[in-house]
């Protein structure tokens, strides 16, 4: 490809308002151009690594026994009212009205259509188990877009979805995508972690992301330098200190005047913070529910949902809580019926607590769980927060640590086959619901996340195999008749090599086209200059080290093929 052909002008210097470098550096090479919020088009070299990225995908899901299909972009909002995910993703669904007056979904993801194709052609043990997946563009109506390609409304994605007789099956295929995935990343140039998740929305029960590690990511990480335990802070799990002691005192009023917080109240009689109970009010749907955690503690509110069953829950206002006759600032669960108790296990780590009385002014101490109040549910609601211990090795602190989600695939079990009613006959012939998997890679993201990893203050450093051209050739002095046709005959022995080379071609100034090249990122870089040609050579050096290397033009091929395999191009071409 010759530059002056090459649709996109780089511009030197940062566009306003822009934070995220993967996006700084794709705006300011190209790559992409904003159409409007969370949508952009591709230009031709961000078109160039993605098409790589997705090869990638493709040549790894294929060996892992996935078939490729396509499903269809917009789909009857009926088969989303079927799973209540209508409801569930809410506002972030985009729809439409056809001219007879029926809503359409624009698919934000596949779930519901793959299964009803499964109801239709799966109907016996034998056709499973079978993994399909697909490589195509979704839809989410995001709140907040951003960053570039990392937050989008309209993105590439590969989604991959299993269909299995069981849960062994499920787990034996939810294995096999997870080692396609650590392969993807590998050949990619990225260096992913595999970290526990929640589900969301999307349902289900395991759940596993891979992320990236970076200051700029969205996602809070928890990670055990002791034992590698990794999760997302909305699933993580931490081992509790127990507080807990032997003796009991007996249920005590104390006065406790103007005290109405946590603080207040620690600082008014004197006892740390994990000697109180926190008492939280939400609302789920009229329900108002009460929520309570050793003080010392934080609620996790994804946890919190997932117990609840229900994405749509939120704190109580004032107004809530004193319509549901209850006195702010002095809540607990102690003498109170009518509502819901959902506690964190923490409240059985301590003995002798504070605890609001439910009336101005009065706490009481010496409350113990579960003598003095009574939960509906006792679970793990609590949120990780950095130096809490690992739940596997309890001398080791959790540290939290910033994360670019690239990848996430989830156990959905049976809840779309129920739901649509996909069923497979056993060799008895009695019915089942075909237990399945999903599995999502975001290519656009996926490409951002490259860029973060691999860039520095001049641009970006492309990884060999998601190189939008592997060799930046650039010829100085082109009017010179003898530059010009050694460069072409570089270009030519190159691309006849197999190596793909973008050719700066155009009359510029060096120091444009060498800070271009910077900027572009291409793995390998190649000076064709008046000076080197007096001495029959030319310039070679690799956008991630800082040795130009000088060598023979008769030579060229062989040592930037040796470049690119020591950055393993060809051992990852496939
Ligand atoms: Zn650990």
């Known amino acids: 490809m010759r530059i002056s052909k090459l649709l996109g002008k780089t511009q030197r210097d940062d566009p306003a308002g822009v934070e995220l470098i993967s996006h700084k550096l794709m705006l300011r090479s190209a790559m992409i151009y904003q159409v409007g919020s969370g949508i952009y088009g591709y230009l031709p070299l961000a078109w160039a690594a993605l098409r790589k990225i997705e090869e990638i995908i493709r040549q790894e899901m294929n060996a892992a026994g996935s078939q490729e299909l396509r499903l269809s972009i917009l789909q009857p909002k009926e088969l989303w009212d079927t799973t209540g995910r209508s409801e569930a993703f809410g506002e972030d669904l985009f729809t439409l009205i056809d001219r007879k007056g029926r809503t359409l979904v624009v698919a934000p993801t596949h779930e519901e259509e793959l299964t009803e194709i499964v109801k239709a052609n799966v109907s016996s043990y034998r056709d499973l188990p079978k993994i399909v997946y697909q490589i195509h563009t979704k839809f989410r109506d995001e709140p907040r877009p951003r960053g570039g390609l990392m937050r989008v409304r309209e993105f590439d994605m590969k989604d991959a979805y299993s269909l299995d007789i069981s849960e062994e099956g499920l787990h034996a295929n939810y294995q096999k995508m997870i080692a396609a995935y650590k392969a993807i990343y590998k050949r990619c140039g990225l260096n992913a972690i595999q970290v526990e998740a929640d589900s969301g929305a999307i349902g289900g029960k395991d759940s596993h992301e891979f992320v990236l590690i970076a200051d700029s990511g969205e996602d809070s990480i928890v990670i055990c330098q002791g034992c590698g335990y990794a999760a997302n802070i909305e699933k993580a799990k931490f081992n509790r200190v127990d507080y807990s002691q032997d003796n009991y005192g007996d249920l005590v009023e104390v006065k406790t005047p103007k005290v109405t917080s946590i603080n207040e109240l620690t600082a008014f009689l004197d006892v740390p913070d994990h000697k109180t109970v926190k008492t939280l009010c939400y609302l789920s749907g009229d329900d108002l529910i009460l929520v309570v955690i050793r003080g010392d503690l934080q609620i996790n509110e994804v946890k919190l949902k997932a117990v609840i069953g229900s994405q749509d829950i939120k704190l109580a206002t004032s107004n809530d809580i004193e319509n549901h006759g209850l006195n702010k600032g002095y809540i607990s669960p102690i003498g109170i019926s009518g509502f819901k108790v959902i506690a964190d296990e923490s409240l059985s780590l301590g003995t002798d607590f504070v605890a609001g009385g439910n009336t101005d002014d009065m706490h009481f101490s010496n409350v113990n769980y579960p003598r003095d109040f009574k939960a509906d549910v006792m679970a793990d609601i609590a949120l990780a927060t950095d130096g809490q211990r690992c ?157 130009v290397i000088k060598v023979h033009y008769d030579l060229v091929v062989e040592a930037i093929k040796t470049l690119l395999d020591e950055r393993d191009f060809y051992k990852l071409k496939a």
């Open 391 to 547: 739940i596997n090795c309890p001398d080791a602190e959790l540290s939290i640590r910033r994360g670019i989600e690239i990848g996430h695939v989830f156990k959905l079990g049976d809840s779309f086959s129920k739901d649509i009613g996909a069923t497979y006959a056993d060799e008895s012939g009695e019915l089942k619901p075909i237990i399945m998997g999903c599995y999502g890679i975001g290519l656009g993201r996926l490409l951002a996340a490259a860029i973060e990893q691999h860039s520095d203050e001049l641009g970006i450093k492309f990884p060999v195999a998601i190189a939008p051209y592997q060799v930046h050739l650039i010829a100085i002095n082109l009017e010179k008749p003898e530059i010009s046709s050694l460069a072409e005959k570089i270009e030519e022995e190159l691309t006849d090599a197999g190596i793909e080379v973008l050719y700066d071609d155009r009359i510029e100034s060096v120091g444009v086209k060498l800070n271009d090249a910077d900027l572009m990122g291409m793995p390998v870089r190649v000076v064709v200059s008046l000076r080197n040609l007096k001495e029959n050579v030319i310039e070679i050096k690799a956008r991630d080290s800082q040795e």
